[in-house]
Each structure stands twice: as C-alpha cells, then as structure tokens.
C-alpha cells in the first residue's frame, strides 16, 4: 500500500507542477494580497506603481492567463460583443463588422464575429454559443423568422440587437436601411440614362432585404412606364453574378442590370466585359 500512496502523490506532484497558474501563485510570487493582484488586473490605477510592477513581473514570471471563463461566471457577463452575420463574404456584411467593431472600441468593448454563411443551424449554434459565453450583447444579422433562438438569448438577460431586419418581439431592437428606397435609388439612376428595359438579379430571393431592394426597383421602373424582368441567382457572390449574368446579356436585349449586391454586380461586370459589352456605356 505504502508505494501506491507514494506513486499517488508523486502523480498528484507532477501534475500540479503542469497546472496553469492561479491568481493566488501570482500573489504568493509577488508578496501581496489577491485583491491587489485583482486591482492590477482590473483597476490599476488604483495600486501603487512599485506594487504594480512587482506584480506585473510576477504575472511574466509564472506565465500567469487570466480565466476570462470564471470571471464572467462571477459577473454573469463578459466585455465582450458577439455579432452573427449572414455572410462574411459579401462587402456589405465586412463594412457592418467594420462599423460595430469601431462602436464597440468606443466602449472599450471586444467584438466576436461569427458567420452564419446563410444557415439556421449555424446562426442558432453561434447565438446560443454567445449566450453561453456570457457576452454582454449579441448584435445579428438574421435570416427569416422564425428567431426562437434569438428570443430565448434576449430571455435570458442578454440584449439582442438585429441589423437589417425587424422583429414582431417589441422588446427586440433593430437597426434598419430602407432597403426599398435603396432599389428605387438604383433603378432611377438607369432610368435616368435613358434605361428602360431592365433586369433586376436577385441573388437570395428569400431575403427581406432583397425583396424590399426589388419593391423599390418595381416602383421606379412603373413610375417611369419602363419595363422589367426578374432572374434569381444561386447566391450573392461574384461567380453566381459572372454566370447568371452572362447568359442573361447572350439571351436578352437589356438596358440595365440592377443588382442587389456588389459582388453580383462585379460578375456581371466582368461577364460584360467577357462578351465585349463596355460598361457603364
């Protein structure tokens, strides 16, 4: 018996030593008090520069991580914001992650992005991710209702903010484009230029924002008597925009392309330029 207890404690020894360092080694290191390593750590304005630094130099010396998981058990959140997007891919999504990543600097608050690439699964996986995590808000660019999972993170205490959309929940938050005025402002610049057989490509039909882009199209294209043509694409990328558009310009007799994106509108640039179609002429 005597040697297994010896082997236990030699197996107990060898794995403390490989344990990752507590806030209570830095304090033994440092010859201070744990709540003024806590200060160092979350108030250090409030320790003495001497102290700060000797506990600064302990915290390199053990290789001291603080547990970011405990301390948001303790606070019930963290500083931190995640943001669901629908497509990372698409520039439109990359200008919204630039502008909340700004915001939430401006808060001295940390930003987590997570892409739900056009998938329920993966928008509902992130969102209860984000709800385990504790952040302190979670900002989303969701796809159709329904948004039970979105609810049940605003149940439980965590702001949701949904970008480009609407909710029927009033106590959910939206921060809107008047996608409509938007597809009215596109197709009245065609119009303009003397357009008036027009085809609107839309990638993601199912999208509110590309149906209300495609009401505003229609609007303008009745007020002026021109008329219009609607192709659905496979998705809102270069390549669908290349393909769809070039057998569009071989097939039709078209004034104008309006897209409801930039990268459709790129591969229907370049599939125009392929065909020897000079654009914007």
Do not use: W
């Not at 159709?144 to 029927?168: C, K, Q, Y």
């Not at 938050?173 to 597809?183: A, I, P, Q, R, T």
Request: net charge negative; charged share 25%; glycine share 8%.
């Amino acid at each position: 018996m005597a040697p297994s207890r010896a082997r236990a404690r030699h197996a107990d020894d060898g794995h403390s030593e490989r344990r990752a360092p507590r806030i209570q080694d830095v304090a033994r290191r440092a010859g201070v008090a744990i709540g003024t390593v806590s200060n160092v750590l979350n108030n250090p304005g409030l320790v003495a520069e001497q102290t700060r630094l000797k506990v600064e130099a302990a915290i390199a010396e053990l290789g001291f991580v603080r547990n970011s998981a405990a301390r948001a058990l303790a606070a019930r959140r963290t500083d931190t914001v995640g943001l669901v997007l629908i497509d990372i891919g698409n520039s439109l999504f990359v200008d919204i992650a630039r502008g909340a990543e700004s915001a939430a600097g401006e808060a001295q608050l940390k930003l987590l992005l997570a892409n739900s690439d056009s998938t329920r699964t993966k928008q509902d996986n992130y969102l209860e991710l984000f709800d385990q995590a504790r952040v302190a808000g979670v900002l989303l660019t969701p796809l159709e209702e329904p948004l039970d999972v979105a609810h049940t993170v605003l149940g439980h205490g965590r702001p949701v903010v949904l970008v480009i959309a609407t909710s029927p929940d009033p106590l959910t938050c939206s921060v809107m484009v008047n996608e409509e005025l938007g597809g009215h402002l596109a197709a009245s610049h065609l119009l303009d230029r003397e357009a008036r057989k027009l085809l609107f490509l839309a990638g993601c039909p199912d999208l509110r924002l590309i149906r209300r882009r495609l009401a505003g199209v229609e609007r303008a294209v009745a007020e002026a008597g021109a008329s219009l043509g609607v192709v659905e694409a496979p998705d809102l990328t270069i390549s669908a925009g290349r393909e769809v558009g070039r057998q569009l310009l071989l097939s039709q007799s078209l004034d104008g392309v309006v897209c409801p994106s930039d990268l459709l509108a790129v591969g229907v640039i370049q599939a125009a330029t392929d065909l020897g179609i000079r654009v914007p002429d």
